[in-house]
């Protein structure tokens, strides 16, 4: 339940990159020696992916407030697991681990919550097949996955027919251990995380435009690394304190991958006041404060360029565009409709009831901004949508409860105490 609130005031930092936090587990479990992490996101998702190497016999600390080591062995010494792998709302968990271990040749079944057990699979399982592997779905190409025994993979070119870092890292990681090259080749940038901690573990990996190429057999060889805060997780701060003339607020230590700060360019577009300082690099990541000013946003044709830069934060965007002066159009953004729920439909119905004024259509939205009434909305257990609507209570004359809100947790523990202790005025219940 949130009460209208007005303003966002303060200095905060977001918890650890989700998408880093998976692959430091993966690349450090495989890796020859010791590998530490810190800033490691201690959510339901990444904990998720360390348990299922540990089910594989890799030996992993965990020293609080994000710290983890892992003592790699290499891929040799990586055993299958003797139960299904549980990967909880993750699907980045879920298709980088099936490109990792069929490409490894470890036998194993992967599985998850209802939200994972519904998303479609045959975007990952279609082209390691090509590559030789054995991957089986459920009938309607969704998880449980099961990756049984083959011979040796051998390297593919292949087109993704979707723009998905998620589909790229999965062949990648396959081609890491198969014969040959493995070239990827995209119709949009995505993020590229896989890339640059590969090359952090002294993996070669050659990046030619919209196509990442790999040579099977390399090793990797331990480091150490530090996540940085997840501007996914930061969007809704940003969106929040851009939103709301009053607002002040320093987000500190965030994650600019270039690949990921479409948020950013689509809010100043909008016209939000995003300061960027203090630019750093960390583990082979660009990484700066942002500082937030309020301002009365403009509604605006959101390029389509920029719109797999933000995907995951759209959400948040959608909110903004209620927010925004005028009408602001969202095209070429269908992913949406495939994430941990249909987050076009998700939002708009959510919205809609909270009295904004948007038109979903099969790959967007269109929104014309206004005071929201309040009232109550259904975040349908997905973690972005329900951090999203808790950020509407900003535009809102009255308060608002978001349902299901469980799985915040998977990739923003403790948003609530934060966000409150920013300027929301935000009470948890059992009601959920």
């Known amino acids: 339940?949130?009460?209208?609130?007005?303003?966002?005031?303060?200095?905060?930092?977001?918890?650890?990159?989700?998408?880093?936090?998976?692959?430091?587990?993966?690349?450090?479990?495989?890796?020859?020696?010791?590998?530490?992490?810190?800033?490691?996101?201690?959510?339901?998702?990444?904990?998720?992916?360390?348990?299922?190497?540990?089910a594989m016999g890799v030996r992993i600390e965990r020293g609080g407030d994000g710290a983890v080591t892992l003592y790699g062995q290499g891929v040799s010494a990586l055993i299958p697991p003797n139960d299904p792998i549980y990967l909880g709302n993750s699907g980045t968990g879920m298709r980088l681990l099936t490109g990792l271990l069929a490409g490894m040749n470890i036998p194993a079944v992967l599985t998850g919550d209802v939200s994972l057990n519904g998303r479609p699979m045959r975007r990952?399982?279609?082209?390691?097949?090509?590559?030789?592997?054995?991957?089986?779905?459920?009938?309607?190409?969704?998880?449980?996955?099961?990756?049984?025994?083959?011979?040796?993979?051998?390297?593919?070119?292949y087109t993704c027919p979707m723009a998905s870092a998620q589909v790229k890292s999965a062949v990648l990681l396959a081609g890491l251990h198969a014969n040959g090259v493995t070239t990827v080749h995209e119709t949009a940038v995505t993020r590229d995380h896989t890339e640059r901690m590969l090359r952090g573990f002294g993996v070669e990996v050659v990046v030619d435009g919209l196509s990442a190429s790999i040579r099977g057999g390399q090793q990797l060889n331990a480091t150490s690394l530090t996540v940085p805060g997840d501007i996914s997780s930061a969007a809704f701060f940003l969106v929040g304190a851009s939103m709301t003339p009053g607002s002040n607020l320093l987000l500190t230590g965030v994650g600019m991958n270039p690949t990921r700060t479409g948020v950013i360019d689509i809010l100043t577009l909008m016209g939000a006041n995003i300061q960027i300082t203090n630019q750093r690099v960390t583990g082979g990541e660009p990484v700066a404060d942002l500082q937030v000013i309020g301002a009365q946003l403009q509604g605006i044709h959101v390029p389509e360029k920029l719109v797999s830069l933000a995907i995951d934060e759209f959400p948040a965007l959608f909110v903004a565009a209620a927010s925004a002066q005028g009408e602001t159009i969202v095209t070429g953004a269908e992913e949406l409709r495939v994430k941990e729920t249909d987050r076009i439909q998700v939002m708009a119905d959510g919205l809609r009831a909270l009295g904004a004024n948007i038109t979903d259509t099969p790959d967007g939205a269109h929104i014309i901004g206004k005071r929201l009434l309040g009232g109550t909305a259904d975040s349908?257990?997905?973690?972005?949508?329900?951090?999203?609507?808790?950020?509407?209570?900003?535009?809102?004359?009255?308060?608002?409860?978001?349902?299901?809100?469980?799985?915040v947790n998977t990739s923003f523990p403790g948003f609530s105490q934060i966000a409150g202790a920013a300027g929301l005025h935000i009470v948890e219940t059992n009601a959920g």
Request: charged share 20%.
């Open 1 to 54: 339940m949130l009460e209208p609130a007005t303003e966002l005031t303060g200095s905060l930092k977001v918890p650890g990159d989700k998408s880093m936090s998976h692959r430091s587990i993966m690349f450090g479990a495989i890796a020859q020696g010791v590998t530490e992490v810190s800033g490691f996101l201690e959510g339901e998702d990444s904990l998720h992916t360390l348990e299922a190497f540990q």
């Open 124 to 157: 990952i399982t279609d082209p390691l097949s090509r590559m030789g592997a054995d991957v089986g779905t459920a009938e309607s190409g969704t998880p449980p996955l099961h990756i049984r025994q083959t011979k040796q993979l051998c390297g593919i070119e």
């Open 380 to 407: 349908c257990g997905d973690h972005r949508t329900a951090m999203s609507f808790a950020m509407a209570s900003l535009i809102s004359d009255g308060p608002i409860t978001v349902l299901d809100c469980d799985n």
